[in-house]
């Protein structure tokens, strides 16, 4: 607010990221080695064939529509993939095969290359798959390997293609197979989601992991919430550029709607595509009613921010004028390596 004695601190531009000239997000192997410093975090994607991985990457990390994956192929072996998130982050992403062959291969042969270092393993499970005893007998065989070479990984298990189930069985079948994977994990922990390709779910688990990945997220969340109280907002959110996953938010008032942060990344994710096949991109947005304003607009290189104001006194200029200022700082603490600082008031 320009009328405001809190106001937020200024702070020099953030080094200019390097990025791959064919795409500003998947970078090569050659270049990943060649940059440093870059915390490189390995994920494996694993489940049985068509169980739907190779479609939920594609929606997440390569703008595809759910209608479209289905003239997606099988995976053959394993397909790597460099994602780079906030700034130095680059997710080192492993799409395995489930083909019965390349299952077997990896708990052999190629044992050590496939489960060494992993940070983050995703089993999907298809909840209709009439083979539950074999993907069980895959998963615990993941496990053992996990526990062998990365036992510090964390596990998650997705329930895939819920939106077959009807919808008053979903809850039902879901705890159940929860309470299965939970029990064949142990000594391990592992987080349980239901997941599909028509709605928000699948936004909701994959926000989960990356987060569970961001090194300095509680240091974002702290300057979140000062920036909120800062400029009076109701909820700010914080959301990655290119996918549109919540990586942050804060809330000052309590609200209704528990599944609102999945649902507004999956309705903008949608109005992104929209506007690429127009060949317009989209840059901001303001939506206002009677009892809020909501802004959204590019924050940093690698981020979108929501802000969500219910006072009608706080000109829509005002609120633009604050997000404008804290960018630069924002844009240092993407920098895994930057300057721990805070977001202080006067």
Known sequence: RTDSPLWLHQYTEARPSRLSPRNPR???????????????KKVLLMGKSRSGKTSMRSIIFANYIAC???????????????????????LNLWDCGGQDTFMENYFTSQRDN??????????????????????????????EAILQNAPDAKI?????????????????????????????????????????????????AWSSIVYQLI??????EMNLGNFAQIIEADEVLLFERATFLVISHYQCKEQRDVHRLETISNI????????????????????????????????????????????????SAATLINIRN?????????????????????
């Open 215 to 220: 090194p300095n997220v509680q240091q974002l």
């Open 326 to 346: 804290a960018r630069k700082h924002f844009e240092k603490l993407e920098r895994v390596d930057g300057p721990k600082r805070s977001l202080l008031m006067r």
């Open 268 to 315: 903008i994710q949608q109005f992104k595509l929209s506007c690429s096949k127009l060949a317009a991109s989209f840059q901001s947005m303001e939506v206002r009613n009677s009892n809020f304003a909501a802004f959204i607009d590019i924050f940093t290189s690698n981020t979108y921010v929501m802000v969500v104001m219910s006072d009608p006194s706080i000109p």
């Open 68 to 90: 479209d994956t289905r003239r997606l192929g099988a995976t053959i072996n394993v397909e790597h993939s460099h994602v780079r998130f906030l700034g130095n982050l680059v």
């Open 114 to 143: 496939i489960f060494r270092n992993v940070e983050v393993l995703i089993y999907v499970f298809d909840v209709e798959s009439r083979e539950l005893e074999k993907d069980m007998h895959y998963y615990q065989s993941c496990l």
């Open 156 to 204: 998650f298990c997705l329930v895939h293609k819920m939106d077959l189930v009807q919808e008053d069985q979903r809850d039902l079948i879901f705890k159940e197979r929860e309470e299965d994977l939970r029990r064949l994990s142990r000594p391990l922990e592992c987080a349980c989601f239901r997941t599909s390709i028509w709605d928000e779910t699948l936004y909701k």
């Open 26 to 40: 998947l970078l090569p192997p050659s270049v990943c080695a060649a940059v440093r410093p870059r915390p490189e």
